[in-house]
């Protein structure tokens, strides 16, 4: 999680974006900043407190967009200047499609920032335990945090997804494809971003129900998927 005390914020607000913080912003910052915004704007009219916050240093090995959360608010972050996998995450997006998956990129980071703000991080939902583990210790302690980051993710991508069906069912095929891709790219199954088992929740026309929330359509997708974690 970034530290917000240790970065510079060039602007608070998404829209209309102040002359002077726009001056000082990139067109790559610019374009993740617009593709975000309806998330963003939705995310505060739902009662989450969200900063936005553009590294000015370069910030090379960075996750391009992260949230941070300190003293009741959500510090979304973005990290580009001098950062190749600012590049390297849309290098298999055409150009006309990259905005969508920046636009997902956000939503799933206010997945993040709903979890926090409920008090909900790294919690299962009520009447559900951890499974009991044959691991002791330092094994143990590792394997816990490692299934608590999986899930958070999961849910997080969950509801980047849910957002995505319901503002851009056209092309919601496309963002699920590429999450996909992402996923299947990582460290392995057994790793703290492999969220492919609810990622295999998604398909068909019903697996979300346009009349809630993205937050609560996550949540029953990442209470099934949640059977299966262990």
Known sequence: MPNPLLLMSLLIALSPVPAVAAAQLTDLESRWLQAGQPVIAFARAQGLSIDIIVQPQDAPGAVPLALGYAAGRCKLV?????????????????????????????AHEMGHCQRHAQGDWHALPRGLGEPLSTQRGKLARLAQELRE???????ADLVALAWMHARHPGQYPDVLAWIRGVRAGGDGAGSSHATQAWLALVDGDGAFDASASPFEQAQVLWRKGLSGDK
Do not use: I, K
């Open 78 to 106: 973005l990290s580009l200047r001098g950062n190749a996998q600012a590049d390297s995450v849309l290098q298999e997006v055409v150009p006309a499609r990259q905005g969508m998956m920046m636009e997902a990129m956000t």
């Open 149 to 155: 980051t999986r899930r958070e993710e999961a849910y």
